[in-house]
């Protein structure tokens, strides 16, 4: 016995037209997002300049912590 049974096609075939269709609006990509047919960016982004910010996060966090040691002494 010979079965000549062939899968149905599940997909249409992509579409021979451009992207995107005529007529349709597509939105830029986002400010800064590498473009595949745009040249690099000549200009060299400034350095980013960091600063110390000292030890008060741990203070708070002391204070935060005895702040609730001493309410609940107290309640």
């Known amino acids: 016995m010979s ?3 062939q899968a149905p096609e599940v ?4 579409p021979s037209a451009a ?4 007529g349709q ?3 830029p990509p986002p400010a800064g997002y590498p473009m595949r047919d745009a040249p690099p960016n000549p200009q ?6 960091t600063k110390s910010r000292g ?3 741990w203070k708070g966090c002391c204070a935060a ?3 609730c040691c001493v309410l609940d002494a107290c309640f």
């Open 3 to 5: 079965y000549s049974h």
């Open 44 to 49: 060299n982004p400034p350095p980013v300049e």
């Open 55 to 57: 030890d008060g996060f």
């Open 65 to 67: 912590l005895c702040c």
């Open 11 to 14: 997909y249409p075939p992509p």
């Open 25 to 27: 609006y597509v939105a």
């Open 19 to 22: 992207y995107p269709p005529p």
